[in-house]
């Protein structure tokens, strides 16, 4: 007879299944994770995985959640006392996950899944990733420190940053050189676009 598992023993298999689907994932892209592989990489019946995930994009959602609640948990850890700083550090902790996570930066931050019906769990992973990176903004521009509005300001810096881990990830250029001296530029020149005091 089949072990009875507990909702706790249940949601750490779920959890395991979900951090070997991102190995996966990293290693040989989207298309190549599936609930088959990851079932013989686990070790597992090939129909196991479905006992905790609907489909191949229920897999995808899981990763997806816990990607998020890393980098919030890491925001989190962020001073907010300083807003710019604070904006400055969470750039850094975007930019850096996308350029050492390509496959993950791109399941989560450039597919259309969020264009779709989602989960509750995953919605407010969201919804809370989005609220925190631009609560520094809003702090800074009511304190008077940048002049564009913060939704305005918000897609400016999303989509520099994008557009750098774009290049990067297509090898357009050298992360060893070019890289981290355009980082500094784009830095520098939207800083004195949207400042209006450099003293945080």
């Known amino acids: 007879m089949a072990k009875i598992l507990t909702e706790e023993q249940k949601l750490e298999k ?5 951090e070997l689907a991102t190995s996966i994932l990293e290693r040989d892209g989207e298309a190549g994770l599936t609930a088959r592989g990851l079932a013989r990489e686990a070790g597992i019946s090939r129909t196991t995985p479905y006992l905790y995930f609907k489909d191949k994009e229920a897999i995808l959602n899981g990763i997806r959640l816990q990607i998020l609640n890393r980098i919030i948990a ?3 850890q962020v001073d907010e ?3 710019l700083t604070q904006m400055r550090m969470f750039g850094e902790i975007y930019t850096i996950f996308g350029l050492e996570h390509p496959e993950l930066y791109r399941l989560v931050f450039t597919s259309d899944f969020s264009l779709r019906p989602m989960a509750p769990e995953l919605q407010q992973a969201l919804n809370s990733f989005q609220s925190i990176m631009m609560s520094p903004m809003q702090k800074a521009y009511a304190a008077g420190l940048i002049r564009i509005p913060p939704d305005r300001l918000n897609l400016v810096l999303w989509s520099c940053t994008h ?3 774009s290049f990067a990830h297509s090898g357009l250029i050298d992360k060893q050189t070019v890289l981290p001296q355009l980082r500094q530029d784009i830095g520098h020149i939207l800083s004195k676009g949207f400042l209006n005091q450099i003293n945080d």
């Not at 779920?14 to 979900?18: M, S, V």
Request: glycine share 8%; aromatic share 8%; hydrophobic share 35%.
């Open 14 to 18: 779920r959890n395991r299944l979900i």
């Open 81 to 83: 006392k300083k807003p």
């Open 74 to 76: 890491e925001f989190k």
């Open 163 to 165: 557009g750098l881990l």
